[in-house]
């Protein structure tokens, strides 16, 4: 991103006038994000034909981080442009051109709370993604740019994300016999729960077992961070065989509106399955 942002976007209108691709064209540049755990989820410049992009793109701050679940909130630049940008072309009955480049899924609803928050908008409840989408379509030829990517190269970013939150916290990643992890992007506080097989529970409530394992990473106890995990294991050379239980219960719903955005990560000497179960305080899903 850092590469295509200061080699290449500076010289993208110039070509566009250059080729003669569109007559008078402008261009809107924008940075997309997290709604649910980025500062800055959604950057958007004006529509400019000169060096005045130059500043735009200068001023765009590059988060970074990510959350590690396949999920940026493209929906919600979607609504923005969608609803609140004003394009001359459709005067003369054509259209504008849309570009997304990114490598994430988006989520399947525009939150009410986030149009307020981060746009200063008002929205009567949450709007569907898919409605919003057809509606910036009516406005641009929407296309997204997807560089791809196989699935154990996704699997590994999550990994990556997972491994740098717990050695973060404190906790232990390598070195293990056995390890659960679990990951989310809200305030929340998702409780990681293990049933070791002796049949001992270890929990916020018993974070070390007889038999060695340990929760050595306990977050969002007060919902303090949007980036948070919990991280449950054994050092080499001390789990015993047997099969182990996960499951994980919601203990306090800070966030409502962004519920179910969450990965796990697991380690052992076999794959076994296991049982995940998310519960709100309204109802459990399994």
Known sequence: MR???????????????????VPGP??????????????APLQVGQFEADNRLDDVLSKVWIEEGGGGTGQESYELAAYFYARH??????????????????????????????????????????????????????KYHVFFIYPQKSMAERRSDIDAEIKKRVEAAGGIYEGVDVRASLIWDNRNDLDLHMITPSGEHIFYGHKQSHCRGELDVDRNVRGETTKPVENIRWRKGTATAGSYRLYVQNDRLRQSSVAGNAAWGACGPSVVPLEQRVQTESKQSR
């Open 85 to 138: 940008s004003v394009l001359d072309c459709l005067k003369q009955g054509r259209k504008g051109y849309f570009f997304f480049l990114g490598d994430e899924g988006f989520y399947p609803q525009v939150r009410r709370e986030q149009v307020r928050r981060i746009l200063g908008r008002e929205e009567s409840a949450d709007l569907d993604a898919k409605t919003i989408f057809a509606e910036l379509a009516q």
């Open 3 to 21: 590469d295509i942002r200061y080699d290449k976007l500076p010289m993208f209108i110039g070509q566009i006038i250059m080729k003669n691709y």
């Open 26 to 39: 402008a261009v809107s540049f924008a940075a997309i994000g997290d709604a649910n755990s980025d500062g």
